[in-house]
């Protein structure tokens, strides 16, 4: 999980820009599971659960309704990671998913890295993966960022306009 990531605004005044947890103690005792946490297996919903590939139908977890969000209730955002290398300003985690873990197919090997890089202000997340068997990976961070600064309170949503262009979304159904 992020916990943080202050930045300057044009003043010079320090501020945390990601929505989230206060500690890893409230990531893991949080009631949005995955907010700033790193997402998988797969990012997003699969309805009912089930996919088909290959000819083979695989049952994930139901953690949505009727659906799977996110990897499931335990996916690699309830995982601990182990640090592979850490440097001034980048640390890389791993992790291997077993197969049939939360109901996905292989066993998945992943990296993910995090750099900062200060000549372009950019917080860089890099993902790899590697598996033994045909399988779904949506690899994603799900954090949530207020440029203006995470406030006490925070400020409101209200005064933004959001434009989607059509042919960027993926369809849901109700559910």
Known sequence: AILAI???DREGHM???ILGHDSIDHVVESPEPFLSTTI???GNRIANGCFTLEG???QLAINNGPNHLHGGP???HARVWDVVEQTADSVTFSYTSADGEEGFPGNLK???SYRLKSDCNALVIEYKAETDKTTLVNLTNHGFFNLAGIGNPSPSVHNNLLTIHADFYVPVNEV
Request: net charge neutral.
């Open 6 to 8: 202050m930045v300057p």
């Open 15 to 17: 501020a945390n820009v």
């Open 40 to 42: 998988g297996r797969y």
């Open 56 to 58: 083979q139908t695989y």
């Open 74 to 76: 335990t996916g690699f």
């Open 110 to 112: 992943v990296e993910m």
